[in-house]
């Protein structure tokens, strides 16, 4: 199994930046990506960042320019640095790891962490 611990979540103000962490451990050597999903109340969960085992990253629209998802891999850490958030940033941030398992995909996901924008 695959246990993810998210961290760094908060309050700031808009145009304001926040660094989330995410460790994982158990069987990480079977991990093929990681990635920060994010949900709003009344909303859907949606993909914000992913970074692969080679270290291919992809973005949503919405926040291209403004994050960067990076990988500790001496720490078993992923890290979502946000900057120049808006309101609409605001969500609680889950932590999700892939592991593929023949043809089949599992996802883990962590215990998310709140992130409020405001002023």
């Known amino acids: 199994q695959v246990h993810l611990v998210e961290s760094g979540g908060g309050l700031v103000q808009p145009g304001g930046s926040l660094r989330l962490s995410c460790t994982a451990s158990g069987s990480i050597f079977k991990i093929n990506a990681m990635g920060w999903y994010r949900q709003a109340p009344g909303k859907e969960r949606e993909l914000v960042a992913i970074?692969?085992?080679?270290?291919?990253?992809t973005y949503a629209d919405s926040v291209k320019d403004r994050f960067t998802i990076s990988r500790d891999n001496a720490r078993n850490t992923v890290y979502l640095q946000m900057s120049s958030l808006k309101p609409e940033d605001a969500a609680v941030y889950y932590c999700n790891a892939k592991e593929l398992n023949g043809r089949a995909w599992t996802d883990y996901w962590g215990q998310g962490t709140q992130v409020t924008v405001s002023s």
């Open positions: 970074i692969t085992s080679g270290g291919s990253t």
